[in-house]
Nanobody, 120 residues
Framework: QVQLVESGGGSVQAGGSLSLSCAAS?????MGWFRQAPGKEREGVAY???????YYSDSVKGRFTISRDNAKNTLYLQMNSLKPEDTAMYSC?????????????????WGQGTQVTVSS
């Protein structure tokens, strides 16, 4: 069982920045960030593979940066130029196996989530 613990998040005005971290109890090849706004389905934000490949959803491309420290089993998400529509509960997830996709149903382990609120 992989344990995932997120930190960071908070409240910021539109145009501001926030950073998230996710500490994992062990290495998995695929780790990603997902978010869920009230009344909406969970959606994928970005993933980062153990081989160094990053992938972003169109809604955050160019504004968010995902990174990973394999030595620390920690995943990061730097969020810039935040918009009110980025407001959501952000969760870290991990997937065993040797490939990644940004699909919620393909991840095996989930963190408890951290709230990000962007005001206009």
């Amino acid at each position: 069982q992989v344990q995932l613990v997120e930190s960071g998040g908070g409240s910021v005005q539109a145009g501001g920045s926030l950073s998230l971290s996710c500490a994992a109890s062990e290495y998995t090849y695929c780790m990603g960030w997902f978010r869920q706004a009230p009344g909406k389905e969970r959606e994928g934000v970005a993933y980062y593979t153990g081989g160094g490949t990053a992938y972003y959803s169109d809604s955050v491309k160019g504004r968010f940066t995902i990174s990973r420290d394999n030595a620390k089993n920690t995943l990061y998400l730097q969020m810039n130029s935040l918009k009110p529509e980025d407001t959501a509960m952000y969760s870290c997830a991990a997937r065993r196996g040797s490939w990644c996709r940004l699909r919620t149903d393909e991840y095996d382990y989930w963190g408890q989530g951290t709230q990000v609120t962007v005001s206009s």
